[in-house]
Each structure stands twice: as structure tokens, then as C-alpha cells.
């Protein structure tokens, strides 16, 4: 018998159940009623908090867990919540390995001169504006005069080469055509300096350039689509017209962005200026001994430009002087330039996807509203709440941030095989797009995850849908 009814007669009559009804979530607070019952016996006094409450934490395992069974469970509205996030980060993954493809293809294919070789002609080869090109048109042609004066004054100068070129020359032979041809006007040095690759017959020599010996090199394309199944060697071929004699063929190069880069022709450049115009200026190509000796042959390539040019002291030299690493700069800027503008393009799209795990997330809060009163009166701190849903946020988004990983590398390779634009692929986009998912889901879950956290016990328990 209780201590508490100890002396007390027992009532007489039919025995009676009594039911002692507790809201539930009085039974973890300091409620008067628990007490009272405590006092009289009825029930034991209430133990210490730490006693009484089990452990209601949610561990990051359970939490990643419980997310990807509710975007398993809720197919549709997954796929939508997480489409702006794929979008977005395979944008950028697409955008990043484009880049860096490029930047290695202009480097290795487009401006290829060599770390040791520089240029001087009238205009600068890269135009980035239309006042610098008109400002080129008013400058001297640079002549053949111009080159022997450099190759015989430049001491520092290990080759000095000339050329001019052309990029619309007809070639054909018997029935066989081709079009949109580079010709191109070498002096014989530049071979060694562009280390352009002879594969069959022999280059260009001095002779040949005195005598505007009608003789040339031609690419592997003109191979396959004008003299195919023959021996190139010793044929004649036509181009724009006048007659020429195969000398040798240079080694395939493949394509560039698409464009193929042997559909060429190497002939003198006195044969070229006969046929095409003494008057177009030229460019002079210099190829120094060595990395080190680059700025010095440079210089001394200005110096006789300068005084042949009677450019003043104090006045800006009147040609362009560039060397490989000059065009990469330049193409660097304009490259950093196109990826940031792309990579800002693609952000509308994360932060689209941002808004739209915000509302779900808030959508999941209202639907789990009991289930967070449950676990805050079960003993769960609001730093558990919150950190429960902001994982689950980050997992959301860090489950489309895979997705548009896969999908943008997808693309960049199907561009590749389709158009042959060169992409690759590197580690730190792939973490770095990961990285920016997961922030999304972290930033923008912040928000759902306070408010659940913020929720009272006894209001969520008592919260019907």
C-alpha cells in the first residue's frame, strides 16, 4: 500500500478505476499537476532531465539518409527542386572545361611560334579594336628589304625568316579541286623557325627564292583531295592559275576548332609576291637562341626597324612587335573575360535552385511539424533541429551537384566528338562545382532550418495539416 493512504479507511463499495489523463507534453515539464500526482503518490517523483530524456539527436548519417529517401520518395517534385542546381553547376563545369581546353589548344596549335620566337609587321597580328587596325593601315609596308636588313643586322638571331600569305587560293588538278587554300610565302628560314616537318620531298633553299622558282609544299589535304593515289612528287598543279611543281609534302597537322590546317601551299614568297603583289607588306619572323636571348633579339630587331622606319626618340615604334608569350597574355584576358561573364550567367541558375530547396525545405518543415515537436519534447536542442535540416539541404543540393557534373561533362564530350572543340576536364572543377552545391544548399537552407528550430514543442505537437 502507498505510504501516502497509510491509516486511511478504504471507501466502501464497488472497486473503482481512476484514470489519471496527462498531456503529454506536460510530462516533461515542471507541471503543478505532475507534481501534485508526485505528492500524493499517484505517480514517482519526476527524475533529473538528464535521467529522463533519451538521447533525440539526429546523427548526419540519419539526417543524409532521411533526405535522400524524401527526394526518393517524392520523384516529381525532386526533379524540379534540383533542376535549377544541375543546370547551374553543368553550366559552369561545361563553361570551365571549354576554357581550359581552348587555352591548352591556342597555346600548343594557334599561337605556336615558339617561346624563342618573335614577329614585326605593320599590323599586330591580333586586332582587339578598330582604332588599332586603322591606325596599322597608315603605317609603312614592311618590305624584303626590310627582312634582309634585320637577318643581316641581328646578331642575336639564331633564324630570320619572312612571309605573306594568302587564305583563299584555288588549287586544282585535272578534274580534282580544292578551295579556301592558305598559300603562304616563305623565305626558306622559316621552315626551321615554325619547325614545320617535311615528310616527303625536300623544302624550299635560297635558290628557289632568287629565282622565284614556281615550286611548292602542300598539306596533307591537298594529298588526299587533289592527287590522291599518286605520287605528289614532281606533279604540276595549278593555283589561281599559275603553274607550280610539287617539292614536298608537309606532315599532317589535323584540325583546329573544326578547321582543318593542311589545306595549305608553301611557295617562295617571290613567287608569291610575283603572283599576288609586291606590294602587300610582309611580316618578319625572328627566331633568337634560346628562351634568354629572346629580349635581346627583340631589341635588336627594333633598333634597325626604328632607324630603317626614322621613328624619333620618345616616339612609339611604327610596327608591332610581338612575341608567343605577348598573344597568350592577350588571349588570356579575353578567355578570363568570356569564363566570367559565363560563369555569372550560370550563377542566375544556382541561385534559382537555391530558392527553390528554400521553399521546399520550408514545405518540409510545415509537414514535419508534429515530428519536430516529438524530438524537441523527447530532448532534441534547437542546434540539433537546425543542424538536421541544413543537412539535409546541402545533401539536396550536393545530389544535384553530382547530377550537373555528370551532365556537363556529358556535354563538353558530345561537343568534342560533334565539332571537335577541344575540352578538359580537371579536378578542381569537379570539387569546386560540388563545393558551390553544397553552399547553395547551406545558404539557402539556413532559413527553414531556423524556423524549425524555433518551433515550440507543445504548439507542434498540438499542429493538425
Not at 45 to 67: G, K, M
Not at 270 to 278: M, N
Not at 288 to 304: F, K, N, T, W
Not at 338 to 367: H, R, Y
Amino acid at each position: 500500500m502507498n505510504p501516502a493512504f497509510a491509516g486511511q479507511e478504504r471507501p466502501s463499495g464497488p472497486a473503482v478505476n481512476h484514470f489519471i489523463i496527462v498531456d503529454v507534453a506536460e510530462l516533461w515539464t515542471d507541471s503543478p499537476r505532475i507534481n501534485s500526482c508526485a505528492q500524493c503518490g499517484l505517480i514517482g517523483t519526476p527524475r533529473p532531465a538528464d535521467t529522463l530524456v533519451p538521447q533525440a539527436s539526429v546523427t548526419t548519417l540519419e539526417a543524409v539518409r532521411i533526405a535522400l529517401q524524401s527526394l526518393w520518395a517524392n520523384k516529381l517534385r525532386s526533379v524540379l527542386t534540383l533542376l535549377g542546381v544541375v543546370i547551374g553547376v553543368a553550366a559552369v563545369i561545361a563553361v570551365v572545361t571549354f576554357v581550359n581546353g581552348i587555352n591548352g589548344y591556342v597555346s600548343e596549335k594557334i599561337f605556336n611560334l615558339g617561346a624563342d620566337v618573335f614577329i614585326v609587321a605593320k599590323v599586330t597580328p591580333v586586332i582587339t579594336n578598330v582604332d588599332q587596325y586603322l591606325d596599322g593601315l597608315k603605317r609603312k609596308d614592311m618590305t624584303l628589304e626590310d627582312y634582309e636588313a634585320v637577318r643581316d643586322g641581328c646578331v642575336k638571331c639564331k633564324y630570320v625568316g619572312a612571309s605573306a600569305f594568302t587564305a583563299n587560293g584555288h588549287v586544282n588538278y585535272g578534274e580534282h579541286t580544292v578551295t579556301d587554300t592558305w598559300v603562304r610565302g616563305f623565305t626558306p628560314s622559316m621552315l626551321p623557325i615554325l619547325d614545320t616537318e617535311i615528310v616527303l620531298g625536300r623544302p624550299l633553299n635560297e635558290t628557289d627564292m632568287t629565282t622565284a622558282a614556281p615550286v611548292a609544299i602542300i598539306g596533307q589535304d591537298i594529298v588526299d583531295n587533289v592527287l590522291p593515289s599518286v605520287d605528289p612528287i614532281g606533279k604540276e598543279i595549278r593555283l589561281d592559275g599559275s603553274v607550280y611543281t610539287v617539292i614536298g609534302v608537309g606532315k599532317r597537322e589535323g584540325k583546329t576548332l573544326g578547321q582543318s590546317r593542311d589545306n595549305y601551299m608553301i611557295i617562295p614568297i617571290t613567287a608569291w609576291q610575283r603572283q599576288y603583289g609586291s606590294r602587300i607588306s610582309i611580316r618578319i619572323v625572328g627566331k633568337a637562341y634560346g628562351v634568354d636571348a629572346l629580349s635581346d633579339a627583340l631589341d635588336e630587331a627594333r633598333v634597325i626597324m626604328r632607324s630603317r622606319r626614322h621613328d624619333h626618340p620618345g616616339q612609339p615604334d611604327s610596327f608591332a612587335a610581338e612575341t608567343n608569350e605577348s598573344f597568350l597574355s592577350l588571349w588570356s584576358d579575353l578567355s578570363s573575360n568570356f569564363f566570367v561573364a559565363m560563369v555569372a550567367i550560370a550563377s542566375i541558375s544556382l541561385v534559382v535552385g537555391g530558392i527553390v530547396i528554400m521553399n521546399i525545405m520550408l514545405v518540409s518543415v510545415t509537414e514535419r511539424t508534429r515530428e519536430i515537436g516529438i524530438r524537441k519534447a523527447l530532448g532534441a536542442r534547437r542546434l540539433d533541429v537546425l543542424r538536421q535540416f541544413l543537412i539535409e539541404s546541402s545533401t539536396m543540393a550536393l545530389v544535384g551537384g553530382v547530377i550537373g557534373v555528370l551532365f556537363g561533362i556529358l556535354i563538353a564530350k558530345a561537343v568534342t566528338l560533334a565539332i571537335g572543340m577541344p575540352s578538359v576536364i580537371k579536378l578542381w572543377a569537379v570539387l569546386a562545382g560540388l563545393a558551390v552545391s553544397a553552399s547553395v544548399g547551406i545558404f539557402f537552407g539556413v532559413y527553414p532550418a531556423r524556423r524549425a528550430a524555433r518551433l515550440d514543442p507543445i504548439a507542434a505537437l498540438r499542429f493538425e495539416l
